[in-house]
Each structure stands twice: as structure tokens, then as C-alpha cells.
């Protein structure tokens, strides 16, 4: 299969510039795709925040957003070259600060709750139900790093 690169909901795929794709996926940590772009008429140019998809056929090998770019022009021509970050959606949860307490309630309820008051503004949607916490407590220190607890 071909590789797909969709930028802003539009596809791009002829602007990377070849073997350039580097996704790094690590436990507990945000998933970081770093790719190049190319234009030869030096007008295309993808912006932070915007949507990027790559994926291999129907696989989704990263989604997120662009978190930074780096441009140049290749001296003595219009070829605009882009070194673009981005990183997964869980960013999105990094804007927010929550302090709430659950009792006996099913994860996906919680999980719900959250995209509703903080998420959903964000353009998170959706949530499946799981096990049922007996507790579940969100709460900060006071350097502001969270710290979490739960009962199943």
C-alpha cells in the first residue's frame, strides 16, 4: 500500500518529501510524527494546529496536529521546504487542570464527564463504558502536576 498524508482534512500526500515519515510511539508519553514537506512553486505551506492523518491503506499509522514547522527556501529556487512536528491528541488533555471526585461509577461515565466539561470544546467526542470505579479522585499538587487514584 501507498502511504496518505491528509493535512486540514485535504490530502497532501504529493507535498512529503520521500523516506522523510518518522512516527515514534512510546508508552506513557505522546506519539510525535515528524515528516518534511516539499513544494517546487514555494506557495504550499501547512500551519500549526492544523489535522494530520498518515496512514498506510485503511491503517492509521498517527493522528494529530501539527505542534511545530521549520521552514526554508532551497537557495537560488521557489522550493519551499517544511520540517513539520506534530504530535497525538493527548496534547489536548495537557490544557486542562481537574479536580474531581467519582464514586462508584463506570470509567466510560467518567471519561464522558470529562469530555463534556473539559474536552468537548477541544473537538474530543465520544466514549465507550468499562469497569465501574469504586473511587476515582483527579487532583493536583501544588507545583500543578497532577496526581490520580482509583478503586476498580
Known amino acids: 500500500m501507498a502511504l496518505t498524508f491528509t493535512i486540514a482534512g485535504v490530502d497532501k500526500t504529493t507535498y512529503i518529501a520521500a523516506q522523510t515519515l518518522n512516527v515514534t510511539s512510546v508508552l506513557n508519553a505522546r506519539d510525535v510524527c ?3 514537506t516539499q ?30 514547522i521549520t521552514e526554508r527556501l532551497v537557495p537560488a529556487t521557489d522550493i519551499l521546504i517544511g520540517d513539520c512536528q506534530c504530535v497525538d491528541p493527548n496534547q489536548l488533555c495537557d490544557r486542562h487542570l481537574v479536580a474531581d471526585i467519582y464514586e462508584s461509577t ?19 467526542l465520544g466514549t465507550r463504558t468499562g469497569a465501574t470505579f469504586t473511587r476515582a479522585t483527579t487532583a493536583y499538587k ?11
Not at 464522558?112 to 477541544?122: G, M, N, P
Not at 501544588?142 to 476498580?152: K, L, N, P, R, Y
Open 34 to 36: 515528524r515528516f518534511t
Open 39 to 68: 513544494d517546487e512553486t514555494g506557495v504550499y505551506k501547512p500551519s500549526v494546529g492544523q489535522a494530520v492523518i498518515v496512514a498506510d491503506g485503511d491503517t492509521r499509522l498517527f493522528a494529530g496536529t501539527i505542534d511545530s
Open 106 to 124: 463506570l470509567a466510560g461515565d467518567i471519561v464522558a464527564d470529562l469530555i463534556v466539561d473539559y474536552l468537548a470544546a477541544e473537538g474530543v
Open 142 to 152: 501544588q507545583d500543578g502536576t497532577a496526581v490520580g487514584s482509583g478503586e476498580a
